[in-house]
């Protein structure tokens, strides 16, 4: 798949999670449950458009999971368990958090990533993106140093991603939190957007990617 991908995508450095390149983002989870999380994960759905993002979902937050990953990954703090499943393309806007979030892949998709020392006078060039092609059945750590957003889909189906937090995290601010840092956008949700996102425009979101909003093409039936 990853060779089809690099292939099609030219315009864009594309690599593996298990190589090199992928440390100065994150790490891949080898320990991680992930048998026990792909089976809650069918209670979810891939909506027909759109993606949808649930930052705390019940049906995932079993016990047993949330103590091993506060435990193993995140010191004793306490987390919160979703979700973002959808049919994303394209970069849209890079976030950032205080401290580590760990996806879980239920479907191959594709991470567009960058650093936040790129982030220069509250902007940030797509040049410096790099994508990373994640496999179905593969849990990573992305840094609190690491731009992301949603996935990017590699097939007609779309993508589903168990998103991992520090609890609190991407839930709604009052405006008044927000004045004394432009990039603020949600509970410990840093936010530069591209201008072509219709939806953060309207949102309000700071317009801080420079270049082309970049898309991932793949193979479609």
């Given at each position: 798949?990853?060779?089809?991908?690099?292939?099609?995508?030219?315009?864009?450095?594309?690599?593996?999670?298990?190589?090199?390149?992928?440390?100065?983002y994150?790490?891949?989870?080898?320990?991680?449950?992930?048998?026990e999380?792909?089976?809650?994960?069918?209670?979810?759905?891939?909506?027909?458009?759109?993606?949808?993002?649930?930052?705390?979902?019940?049906?995932?937050?079993?016990e047993?999971?949330?103590?091993?990953?506060?435990?193993?990954?995140?010191?004793?703090?306490?987390?919160?368990?979703?979700?973002?499943?959808?049919?994303?393309?394209?970069?849209?806007?890079?976030?950032?958090?205080?401290?580590s979030?760990?996806?879980?892949?239920?479907?191959?998709?594709?991470?567009?990533?960058?650093?936040?020392?790129?982030?220069?006078?509250?902007?940030?060039?797509?040049?410096?993106?790099?994508?990373?092609?994640?496999?179905?059945?593969?849990?990573?750590?992305?840094?609190?140093?690491?731009?992301?957003?949603?996935?990017?889909?590699?097939?007609?189906?779309?993508?589903?991603?168990t998103?991992?937090?520090?609890?609190?995290?991407?839930?709604?601010?009052?405006?008044?939190?927000?004045?004394?840092?432009?990039?603020?956008?949600m509970?410990?949700?840093?936010?530069?957007?591209?201008?072509?996102?219709?939806?953060?425009?309207?949102?309000?979101?700071?317009?801080?990617?420079?270049?082309?909003?970049?898309?991932?093409?793949?193979?479609s039936?």
């Amino acid at each position: 798949m990853i060779e089809v991908l690099q292939e099609m995508n030219r315009h864009l450095e594309l690599e593996s999670v298990d190589t090199d390149s992928f440390k100065f983002y994150g790490k891949v989870l080898t320990d991680f449950p992930y048998e026990e999380m792909a089976e809650r994960m069918q209670e979810t759905a891939i909506p027909e458009e759109g993606n949808q993002y649930v930052p705390s979902a019940q049906e995932l937050e079993d016990e047993s999971i949330k103590r091993f990953v506060e435990k193993r990954y995140f010191g004793g703090m306490p987390v919160q368990i979703g979700y973002c499943n959808g049919n994303n393309s394209s970069l849209g806007g890079l976030e950032f958090h205080k401290g580590s979030e760990i996806n879980v892949a239920i479907t191959d998709f594709v991470l567009l990533l960058g650093h936040t020392n790129d982030i220069v006078d509250n902007q940030f060039n797509v040049n410096k993106i790099k994508a990373f092609f994640v496999p179905k059945g593969t849990a990573i750590e992305m840094y609190q140093t690491t731009l992301h957003l949603a996935p990017c889909k590699v097939n007609d189906e779309g993508f589903k991603c168990t998103v991992i937090l520090p609890e609190g995290t991407n839930l709604p601010l009052e405006d008044s939190q927000k004045e004394y840092d432009p990039l603020l956008f949600m509970k410990n949700k840093w936010l530069l957007a591209h201008p072509e996102h219709e939806r953060f425009r309207k949102l309000g979101a700071y317009q801080g990617i420079l270049g082309e909003n970049l898309t991932v093409t793949y193979p479609s039936k």
